[in-house]
Antibody, heavy 123, light 108 residues
Framework: EVQLVESGGGLVQPGRSLRLSCAAS????????MHWVRQAPGKGLEWVSG????????GYADSVKGRFTISRDNAKNSLYLQMNSLRAEDTALYYC????????????????WGQGTLVTVSS | AIQLTQSPSSLSASVGDRVTITCRAS??????LAWYQQKPGKAPKLLIY???SLESGVPSRFSGSGSGTDFTLTISSLQPEDFATYYC??????????FGGGTKVEIK
């Protein structure tokens, strides 16, 4: 069974940093592109960042480019999101999501999602 | 960035009704479109990919159609467990991958 478990969320002041983690199990992690998607309270879904299976291709939404860094450790079956210079508008539930194609591109849909970790940016 | 416009933003329907949700792309995206269902407090769930392919385990009352700029998600006979918010997502152009604004299906 595919499982994606996010952690690392919490309350943080504007301008500070936070690192999210996503622990994956139930599939061969290093075969698949992975993503972070967020959802502000009461709002819709927003793709944040994606990384290919071998970290050779990485992309970001304009809203986070230069502030957030996605990475993965295939030996630990883990995905990360380093978030710097956090703003109030980054407040959201952050989901880790998997792409469905083996060694596929980042430009894809998402077949499995975690339950999310909540990030609140407030003074 | 490709924008996706869903309509309606919300609808009220009864159990057994046929429901259709539309997603329009700001430019052509071939068939690179997926549909998700999200219930309150839960993660989104994949229903349809490649515009019309049903994800494994998803009931056959869900179907998708369209290509280019106009797409539809149809629920042939609405069931109590189908009351949720539905999102479309394009994966033809990146970055960014983009979602529609969502359609909330409520009980009439």
């Amino acid at each position: 069974e595919v499982q994606l478990v996010e952690s690392g969320g919490g309350l943080v002041q504007p301008g500070r940093s936070l690192r999210l983690s996503c622990a994956a199990s139930g599939f061969t992690f290093d075969d698949y592109a992975m993503h972070w998607v967020r959802q502000a309270p009461g709002k819709g879904l927003e793709w944040v960042s994606g990384i290919s299976w071998n970290s050779g291709s990485i992309g970001y939404a304009d809203s986070v480019k230069g502030r957030f860094t996605i990475s993965r450790d295939n030996a630990k079956n883990s995905l990360y999101l380093q978030m710097n210079s956090l703003r109030a508008e980054d407040t959201a539930l952050y989901y880790c999501a998997k792409s469905p194609m083996v060694q596929g591109v980042i430009m894809d849909h998402f077949d499995y999602w975690g339950q999310g970790t909540l990030v609140t940016v407030s003074s | 960035a490709i924008q996706l416009t869903q309509s309606p933003s919300s609808l009220s329907a009864s159990v057994g009704d046929r429901v259709t949700i539309t997603c329009r792309a700001s430019q052509g995206i071939s068939s690179a479109l997926a549909w998700y269902q999200q219930k309150p407090g839960k993660a989104p769930k994949l229903l349809i990919y490649d515009a019309s392919s049903l994800e494994s385990g998803v009931p056959s009352r869900f179907s998708g159609s369209g290509s280019g700029t106009d797409f539809t998600l149809t629920i042939s006979s609405l069931q109590p467990e189908d009351f949720a918010t539905y999102y479309c997502q394009q994966f033809n152009s990146y970055p960014p991958l983009t979602f529609g604004g969502g359609t909330k299906v409520e009980i009439k």
